[in-house]
């Protein structure tokens, strides 16, 4: 029940907002000072949207499944209005052209996972402790289970 309910409102989430992925976790910190890590991003991606120098997007590389949290710092336009866009970490040095796939120098709207409309501070620091630490991941599924247990009708 618990499981069904809380997929419905993921997926519900996934209509309102037009993202796959409506809620991340920063797991870097690469966007510091705007974003620290485990801050929690709520994303929209709605089409009619246009991408902004400046915006926060969440993008996805070709052969890399962890999503990236980045800056637009380029949009380059052609002729028939198609946008292809470069982003950079905050907190970095360079542009992200050494991130993306070998021989792409520009992101495109379909590369995009969301943009970020707001977030919560650090909330999301569970989920980076249990990825990082797999014993923690473990003992937080098994007080899941034991509350679940215990407060049963």
Same mark, same amino acid.
């Given at each position: ?6 997929? @419905? ?58 999503? =990236? ?5 380029? =949009? ?53 402790? @249990? ?11 098994? $007080?899941?289970? $034991? ?7």
């Amino acid at each position: 029940m618990i499981v069904s309910s809380a997929l @419905m409102i993921w997926k519900g989430l996934m209509v309102i907002t037009g993202s796959e992925s409506p809620i991340v976790v920063v797991l870097s910190g690469s966007m510091e000072p705007a974003f620290h890590r485990g801050d929690l991003l709520f994303l929209t991606n709605r089409v009619e949207d246009p991408i902004r120098v400046g915006e926060i997007v969440v993008f996805r590389i070709e052969g890399r499944e962890i999503p =990236i949290v980045h800056r637009v710092l380029k =949009i380059h336009e052609k002729q028939n209005g198609h946008i292809k866009f470069l982003t950079k970490g905050d907190n970095n040095a360079v542009d992200d052209r050494g991130l993306y796939k070998q021989g792409q120098h520009w992101l495109e709207k379909k590369d995009v996972v969301g943009r970020a409309r707001g977030f919560v501070p650090y909330i999301g620091i569970v989920t980076i402790l @249990m990825n990082d630490y797999p014993k923690f991941k473990y003992g937080v599924l098994f $007080l899941l289970g $034991l509350f679940v247990l215990v407060h049963r009708e």
